[in-house]
């Protein structure tokens, strides 16, 4: 079925000829199914939080996946829109002349071919020669460093060896009681590991920061914020949880799963892995991994494991 094709019924038609002129031919019709699924974004550069000098060059891309097309990519740099149609979907970026410190908003949606988008924003930061840096806004600092999860598909014996991972859930709701940095919420008790993930605050429709969680109270009622969250989260503002990564890479039959968001700054995700969180889910519905006989772990030959610590002689 062509990436273009309308939802509605097609039509089928087979003509066969013999080599003596006879003619047969037959007919029928299958359901085209409307494709609600919104393109994946896999990895974008450069990397958040980039410092450019004046007319210094950078390049500005992006790598996606859809389970149908990537139809295009449009790139807006400071107002400034430019539509890819096919790949690679990357620009390279000139920084403009300023005489303070300044942010060029980053706009990057890939569309697909029913008009489904995902959208990726960032900035830039250009700074002339002895200009001071402003600070960095919350919601654009890092969250862990790069995280490579290892399933050790078809070995057994791979150390650290990590198949199924669930993260721990945040969750969103409503803030019912603020104590400096200290955040409640009816009716959540939040596991210890949750620390090192953000909550992103809303106040009605909006947005008021994201903020990192530095720990969690032993009884589980409470989230200890970042120290910029004093005085800026308050009751009846309205949170959600998401996990940010550096990088996140997940190979050799490694999966993730998370009922929260999940963000990363580059993501790698090989054909025998899968990630499936409130945001993403690779791959796609009804692109499931294909099944093989011999597919699950298997004894290591001497040698051949990935890890083996002594080389064939």
Not at 140 to 148: L, P, Q, S, T, Y
Not at 159 to 181: C, F, K, N, Q, W
Not at 196 to 217: K, N, Q, S
Request: aromatic share 4%; proline share 8%.
């Amino acid at each position: 079925v062509p990436a273009s094709a309308l939802p509605g019924r097609a039509t089928i038609r087979v003509r066969a000829r013999d080599a003596s002129g006879h003619v047969a031919s037959k007919s029928t019709s299958l359901e085209i199914v409307p494709d609600v699924q919104t393109p994946t974004i896999v990895s974008v550069s450069p990397a958040a939080g980039l410092t450019l000098a004046p007319n210094e060059g950078t390049v500005i891309g992006v790598e996606a996946w859809d389970d149908v097309d990537v139809a295009s990519v449009a790139i807006t740099v400071d107002g400034q829109r430019t539509i890819l149609n096919e790949p690679p979907y990357r620009l390279a970026f000139w920084a403009p002349p300023v005489s303070a410190a300044a942010r060029l908003p980053v706009e990057i949606e890939v569309a697909d071919p029913s008009g489904n988008v995902a959208r990726y924003t960032t900035a830039l930061l250009v700074v002339p020669a002895g200009a001071t840096t402003p600070p960095k806004p919350a919601a654009e600092r890092a969250g862990e460093e790069g995280i490579v999860l290892d399933g050790g598909w078809p070995y057994r014996d791979v150390p650290d060896r990590v198949s199924e991972t669930v993260l721990s859930a945040i969750g969103a709701g409503t803030v019912t009681a603020i104590d400096g940095t200290a955040m409640r919420a009816e009716g959540f008790s939040w596991e210890k590991g949750v620390a090192g993930a953000f909550v992103e605050i809303r106040r009605g429709e909006a947005a008021v920061d994201r903020y990192r969680i530095e720990a969690v109270e032993d009884d589980g009622h409470a989230l200890k914020l970042e120290s910029d969250a004093a005085g800026r989260v308050g009751f009846g503002d309205s949170f959600e949880g998401v996990w940010v990564f550096q990088s996140l890479s997940l190979v050799r039959g490694a999966h993730l799963t998370s009922a929260d968001r999940v963000e990363a700054k580059t993501l790698t995700i090989d054909s025998s892995a899968s990630l499936s969180s409130k945001n993403l889910r690779v791959p796609g519905p009804g692109n499931g991994l294909p099944e093989c006989p011999r597919r699950g772990p298997i004894e290591a030959l001497p040698g051949l494991s990935p890890r083996s610590e002594e080389a064939p002689r």
